[in-house]
Every structure is written in structure tokens, then in C-alpha cells.
């Protein structure tokens, strides 16, 4: 059996994330990408949870815990006015911290161009603080506050839409599924100056209810059921497609998960009606471009 060399990579073993999360794969695939010469800059969050737990530290890179509002900018002006143009700053934050919480920072860096990355891993929900709903919490998600009975009732915000507005240089999605593209994705946000997102989905076994050897397999679903379509926007109006979805019935995903156990008759057609008009709006943007 091939091991991975750990003695190359800035994320080591040892750190608290729970069996099967994804978000660990996300981070340490980000510090792969990006090298030693790297400084990042964490959101309260179950990622900062796992990070910053002093005095142990499972990163071997400067990483900053910082309070929702704050962004990178002050890092990556500080860097400059020391005359250090080659350092990489990266902020990595949840859904709650991106969509929610963090977004006025991030629009507010993004309008600016600022010159560093964002990757936003999305476990749709709060996680760190018990599951509560946030604005990434998918229709039809059994969370702590949108318990049965209850369920959100509310379609996700759009957020590689709502940065790509500001007309950004780089937009992304990415899945741990696809190493080859996620690690492909990170390293070009590394070389293109300016603002650059990276939005990736993080299955998160507690909180959607599955078992924790799905992760892998459910980051492939969303990605192969248009759920989680892979692609790139650049400079707000150019998008590539950089995977052709199987198509496979979104049930085939959502079933999987426990989160989804409450939907009434009608719900997962509801649900597949919706995926689908998503996914012929991408395809309209894509054929535009
Ligand atoms: C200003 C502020 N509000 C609330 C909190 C409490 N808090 C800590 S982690 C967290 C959840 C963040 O959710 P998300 O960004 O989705 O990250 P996840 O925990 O899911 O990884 C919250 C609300 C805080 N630390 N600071
Ligand atoms: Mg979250």
C-alpha cells in the first residue's frame, strides 16, 4: 500500500476533526497547493476548533484566528509594506462565517480586488455550535433549528454567484473528490493576482446524519447529481464547466443522509425539479461565455 509522505504536507495527523470529515481533506489539500510560504487566517469555526487548540497544533503554517469580521486584507497590506510580494495569504472560513456572518468582509475585500484567497468549505450549517441552520442549509434540511416539522424551507443562497458579482478575477467550486482538479484549482488562485474564491462542499457526517466512510462517496454524488457542479468563473462573466455530470437522480445523494429523513411525498421530486433549473441556468452562463 502506497502512504502519503506527511514530511511534505502542512496539515499533519494528530488534529481533533471528527471521523469522516471532509473539511481536514479541503484544508490540507489547500496547504499542499499553496507550499510552506503560506499564511492563513481562520474564522471562528469547527476548522479554528481543530486548528488553534493551544498549546498543540497539528499545522506547521502561521494561521491567525480571527473574529468573524475580520478578513485577510490587513495580513496581506502588513506583508506588503514590509516589501514580501511572494507570501500567500489565504482565508479559510465555514458557510456560517461566509454566507452569513463574515459576508460584508467578504464582499467589502472582494469590491477592493484584495490580493489573497478565500476558500469557503461548506458544511452547510453551523456545525462547531450544534447544526444549526444557516443561509447554506439545503431545502428540506432537518437541522437543530429547522427540526421535523420544521425543516428549511428556504433554497440555499448562491454565493459563487453573489462574489462572482463583484467581478472578481477568480471564482471556483471544488470537491474532494477531485483531487487532481481541487489541487489544479488552488494552485491557479495562487498564481492570478487579485481577489480568488474557492467554494468547496464539505460533507459533514454529524451534522447530515451518515455514516463516516460516505464522505468521499457522497462528494462524488453531488458532484456526479448536479448538485455540486464543478466549474470556474473568471472575471465574473466567463464560466467553464470543468466536469460533465452523470446525471444520477439526486435521491441517489440525499438519501444517504439521515438530515433528509423527514421530507414528506413530493419533496425529493421537489428537490430534483430545483437542482435541475440550477443546473440549466449554469449551463446558460457556461454557453455565454
Ligand atoms: C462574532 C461571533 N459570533 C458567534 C460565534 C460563535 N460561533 C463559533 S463557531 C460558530 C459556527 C460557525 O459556523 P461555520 O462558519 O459554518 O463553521 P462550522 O462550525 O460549520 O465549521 C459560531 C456561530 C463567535 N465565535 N463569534
Ligand atoms: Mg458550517
Known amino acids: ?4 509522505d506527511f514530511s511534505e ?27 510552506p510560504d503560506t499564511i492563513s487566517v481562520v474564522t471562528a469555526s469547527c476548522l479554528g476548533t481543530i486548528l488553534l487548540t493551544y498549546p ?24 506588503d509594506m514590509r516589501g514580501d510580494f ?6 479559510i472560513a465555514g458557510d456560517g462565517g461566509t454566507f452569513d456572518i463574515g459576508i460584508q468582509a467578504l464582499s467589502a475585500a472582494a469590491e477592493r480586488n484584495e490580493d489573497f ?9 453551523y456545525m462547531n455550535t450544534g447544526i444549526q441552520r444557516s443561509s447554506a442549509t439545503p431545502w428540506g434540511a432537518w437541522t437543530t433549528t429547522t427540526p421535523a416539522g420544521g425543516l428549511k424551507n428556504q433554497p440555499k443562497k448562491d454565493i459563487v454567484e453573489i462574489v462572482a458579482a463583484h467581478q472578481v478575477p477568480y471564482a471556483a467550486t471544488a470537491s474532494i473528490a477531485y483531487p487532481e482538479d481541487f489541487l489544479r484549482k488552488i494552485k491557479r ?53 470543468n466536469l460533465e ?3 444520477i437522480p439526486v435521491k441517489e445523494y440525499l438519501q444517504l443522509q ?9 419533496d425529493m421530486e421537489r428537490i430534483q425539479e430545483a437542482v435541475d433549473h440550477e443546473w440549466n441556468r449554469l449551463v446558460r452562463r457556461v454557453e455565454m461565455g
Open 56 to 79: 498543540f497544533s497539528p499545522i506547521k503554517i502561521s494561521t491567525y484566528a480571527t473574529p468573524f469580521a475580520s478578513a485577510a486584507s490587513g495580513i496581506k497590506a502588513a506583508l
Open 189 to 241: 488562485a495562487k498564481d492570478t493576482r487579485g481577489f480568488k474564491f474557492i467554494y468547496a462542499l464539505s460533507p459533514c457526517p454529524v451534522g447530515w446524519r451518515f455514516s463516516s466512510e460516505n464522505t468521499i462517496r457522497l462528494s462524488r454524488l453531488a458532484v456526479q447529481s448536479k448538485v455540486f457542479p464543478l466549474y470556474e468563473v473568471e472575471n465574473g462573466d466567463r464560466y467553464i464547466l
Open 245 to 247: 455530470p452523470e446525471g
Open 1 to 4: 500500500m502506497r502512504t502519503r
Open 258 to 266: 439521515g438530515r433528509f429523513s423527514f421530507l414528506r411525498e413530493g
Open 9 to 35: 504536507e502542512s496539515l499533519v495527523f494528530g488534529h481533533g476533526a471528527c471521523p469522516g470529515c471532509a473539511m481536514p481533506v479541503v484544508t490540507r489539500n489547500t496547504f499542499h497547493a499553496l507550499g
Open 86 to 91: 511572494h507570501t500567500t495569504v489565504v482565508a
Open 117 to 125: 484567497i478565500y476558500i469557503c468549505y461548506d458544511n452547510e450549517a
